[in-house]
């Protein structure tokens, strides 16, 4: 702890220090030229300033703030006048005139050189002060603190630098090395807390001998004035190749995470530091002539401590792409307003009529609402929520959500949307005892507190939110989302989490119902009692659901081909027409022939005979003599222990391939059954014309709801891939084991 109060205490003062030389006397870059033993003004860098005290190249100067011009340690250094409070010059004309140099005079300078690098070091302290602030313990937090600071004593240091002054030429060129190391320190930490893997510099601390290489090379330079431009280029360019190695790093995580957190990182550091980068150290190292002027392209970096500030990254980075965005969207509204209103009135003036201005502005404000609200519907994820439509989002929780089958489940699935979208890892599911009045984990919320909520509601404590999820008996499931004073949910947040815990709460209600249903079973089942009345009423509608479908199949066909014979058979008895009784014998052996098929479809004598491979080859055939497409099968034969499932197997074979005489309109169909695990895998697959898997599933005709249930029965799985114009391709698969529910 010593170390870091010395540490403050010697930045402090060198902060102190710089400040004074920064001010104490004014920038003027004067560039001078020896000719015989005289320094002569080749040329001025304020030429504006210059001008109006009658300053001219040519001019000879003879002393620099009382101090000959000959003993002058900057002018002999860098051969020119950076800093000065006074000059005495020789005019061409032989006159001699004395000039005071004022910050009020080059107001430019002044606050390029003065007022911003020193209140950029005063906002510099006060942002990492805030930060550091009750986060101490965080890794990052005092890397990105420490970077903070290294940026603001490089900007300042690069003032008295400027003006050839030495501490601030040593100060500058250690704090324009180490400042993009620290970013590559903070960068590490942050990953490790984003538990984002690094892979990439593994031993940071081994280039911190760049700094005093640095160093060694600014005492060279003291040493050998001549040697000044090289050095500045080699520190340069060292400098922009070590900024190079954590933006590009940034730039690659991103690529492959694409987080919120990271793409707000970026605008925070690559945004302040290009301009610098870009237009002036890049050019200067290669050209030695740099696009925009340091003093210039370094004002971006003004960016970096009011970006942390918002950007909170202690539990979340704060949404300031959110604001930003709504901002943009009010100030193009308001300007479009401003424009159309300004246009209008100035028209109008000129008549000096009211009730013309008065009608004016109602109809304009009239369409300018009418307008807004068409736009405010198709803007809607930038005005309304930083995440996109809240309703889009909440409808992708409650899709997740509808998969669960289990309470456990479902509150799982609760805890990582609220996560996912809340963008906080801290997200608890407790339950809370009433009857011993304590929470399974040190949260402080009194028992009064709980005792209040309602459910689906959302309060803010000290150091959480707390919201009811469900209510039993004697216990309550709370979510519990901790903020510690650094989180401050958004209205949309909380009203997307309040509509969530409605759906979970009556969802939770649905659940354990089905649960106890299945407990009921179970009980029926081990008890071998008389089943329930609500089950045999489910077992007697289901039959006679059957029972309908397979009348309206008889109904549509055999019926309708009976009755035609009939009437055939009532014109041959009137001798009315030529009736060919050959074609009559052949109408009812087919009839014979289908209600034979319909007998075996309701019950497969076969099956039972000869077994399932033999059925399904014989099914096989009998549908790829009515097919226009051709058939491939493959039944391999399987040993089943439970002898329902060939039943089962014949079912789904019988239904897929009746629906691929019906609808599928394919030139070929290919079909395998083989044994896996005490249980069968079946592939169906065919080149027809497909559908979406909503329509599919919505269309009751195809029968895939009723293949489903039977798998799903089963304790199977089954996967359906289809797509209009690009065939079906159904994967079914069953294991012999079953569970006992």
């Known amino acids: 702890m010593k170390k870091w109060y010395l540490l403050s205490l010697i930045y402090m003062g060198l902060g102190i220090y710089l400040s004074i030389v920064a001010y104490q006397a004014p920038l003027i ?23 109006e005290h009658n300053i001219e190249v040519g001019d000879i100067v003879l002393d620099v703030d ?74 990052s937090i005092k890397w990105l603190v420490i970077f903070m600071l290294m940026v603001a004593l490089t900007y300042l240091s690069s003032v008295a630098s400027s003006k050839a002054n030495f501490i601030g030429n040593i100060v500058n060129s250690g704090s324009i090395i180490l400042t993009p190391l620290t970013l590559l320190q903070f960068l590490k930490s942050y990953y490790n807390y984003l538990h984002i893997k690094w892979s990439f510099i593994k031993r940071i601390e081994a280039l911190y001998i760049l700094p005093i290489v640095s160093l060694i090379l600014c005492s060279i330079e003291i040493l050998y004035p001549s040697m000044r431009s090289i050095i500045s280029l080699i520190l340069l360019a060292t400098s922009f190749l070590l900024f190079s190695f954590p933006l590009s790093i940034l730039l690659y995580s991103y690529y492959k995470e694409r987080t919120v ?62 604001y930003i965005t709504r901002t943009n969207y009010y100030l193009m509204a308001t300007a479009i ?48 929520t930083p995440k996109g439509n809240t309703i889009r989002q909440l409808s992708r929780a409650i899709n997740q959500m509808s998969e669960a089958y289990k309470v456990e489940e479902l509150l799982a699935i609760l805890k990582q949307e609220a996560i996912k979208h809340l963008e906080i890892e801290n997200i608890e599911i407790v339950a809370f005892d009433e009857k011993e009045r304590k929470m399974p984990v040190c949260y402080t919320i009194e028992s009064e507190q709980i005792q209040q909520l309602q459910v689906g509601e959302v309060i803010k404590l000290s150091n959480e939110y707390v919201a009811l999820i469900h209510q039993e008996p004697h216990i309550k499931r709370l979510l519990l989302i901790e903020h510690r004073n650094v989180i401050r949910l958004k209205d949309e947040e909380l009203l997307w989490l309040k509509l969530l815990l409605k759906y979970t709460e009556s969802t939770i209600e649905s659940l354990k119902k089905i649960e106890e249903l299945l407990q009921e079973l179970r009980n029926v089942q081990q008890t071998a009692e008389q089943e329930p009345v609500w089950l045999k009423k489910l077992v007697w509608l289901k039959v006679e659901q059957e029972k309908y479908y397979v009348a309206q199949e008889l109904h549509d066909t055999v019926l309708q081909n009976l009755t035609h014979l009939t009437r055939e058979m009532s014109l041959l008895l009137e001798n009315d027409a030529a009736i060919s009784v050959q074609g009559l014998y052949q109408q009812m052996q087919n009839n014979v022939q289908d209600l034979r098929s319909y007998c075996e479809t309701l019950k497969p004598p076969v099956l039972d005979k000869l077994g399932l491979t033999v059925a399904l080859s014989q099914l096989a055939q009998q549908v790829s003599n009515k097919a226009n497409f051709k058939l491939s099968t493959t039944f391999e034969r399987v040993y089943l222990q439970n ?60 029968g895939i709801r009723g293949i489903r249930e039977r798998v799903e029965a089963f304790n199977g799985k089954c996967r359906i891939v289809t797509n209009i ?3 079906v391709f159904i994967h079914i698969i069953i294991e012999g084991h079953e569970e006992d529910d």
């Open 29 to 51: 870059k004067i560039t001078l030229q020896q000719q015989n033993d005289q320094w002569i003004v080749e040329l001025p860098y304020y030429k504006k300033w210059a001008s």
């Open 66 to 139: 009382g101090i000959q011009v000959d003993d002058s340690p900057m002018v002999l250094l860098v051969g020119s006048i950076r800093a000065a409070n006074e000059l005495t010059i020789e005019k061409q004309d032989g006159t001699i005139k004395k000039i005071e140099v004022l910050h009020r005079d080059l107001l430019e300078q002044f606050y390029l050189h003065v007022v911003l690098p020193i209140g950029y070091f005063i906002i510099s302290l006060g942002a990492t002060l805030y930060l550091y602030k009750g986060h101490r313990k965080i890794e």
């Open 261 to 322: 957190q990271l793409r707000l990182l970026i605008l925070s550091v690559i945004l302040p530091f290009s301009p610098f980068l870009l237009l002036f150290v890049l050019p200067e190292v290669l050209w030695q002539r740099p696009i925009l002027q340091a003093e210039y392209s370094i004002l971006f970096v003004l960016l970096i401590p009011f970006c942390f500030m918002f950007l909170r990254v202690t539990e979340r980075l704060f949404d300031i792409h959110y």
């Open 337 to 384: 307003l401003t424009v159309w209103l300004y246009i209008g009135l100035y028209f109008l003036l000129e008549k000096e009529s009211s009730w013309e201005i008065v009608f004016f502005l109602f109809i304009s404000i009239l369409l300018f609402f009418y307008i807004k609200e068409k736009a405010d519907v198709k803007y809607r994820n930038i005005l309304f």
């Open 643 to 702: 002898e329902q499932l060939p039943l089962v197997i014949y079912r789904i074979v019988q239904e897929l391939l009746n629906n691929a005489l019906k609808h599928s309109e394919a030139e070929k169909v290919t079909l395998s059954l083989q044994e896996v695990d005490e249980g069968f895998e079946l592939i169906y697959e065919d080149d027809g014309i497909g559908c979406t898997l909503e329509q599919m599933l919505q269309t009751d005709s195809l």
């Open 725 to 727: 114009n690009e065939g």
